[in-house]
């Protein structure tokens, strides 16, 4: 077997309207990259590097819910706070020019 036997994880596949390129998923998790609870040049990295090692399809995590909850800096704050959504924009493009969402 060429494909080692993964043919179905490397196939193209439907989410409702959003089609991805293989079923290959990073669930969401706190990566400890983030600076003072924003998006990081570093963060920026890490999705890329995964869109463009194959992932079809990544999801962030690691957000606060209540700001006085955040004991780390490297938490992320509220996704009501501007700059996080400025920030995710960025590594969203990023990730959709590798191909992945």
Do not use: C, K, W
């Not at 400890?32 to 990295?45: F, K």
């Amino acid at each position: 077997m060429a494909d080692g036997g993964f043919s179905r994880l490397f196939s193209r596949f439907r989410i409702g309207p959003l089609e991805l390129r293989n079923r290959i998923v990073q669930p969401p998790h706190q990566i400890q990259m983030e600076e003072d609870g924003l998006p990081s040049p570093r963060s920026l990295d890490y999705y890329t590097a995964r869109a463009r090692g194959g992932a079809a399809l990544l999801v962030a995590g690691g957000f606060t819910v209540d700001p006085r909850l955040s004991r780390s800096t490297q938490a992320l704050r509220l996704l009501t706070d501007g700059r996080v959504v400025d920030g995710f924009a960025r590594i969203a493009e990023s990730v959709h020019r590798e191909g992945a969402a």
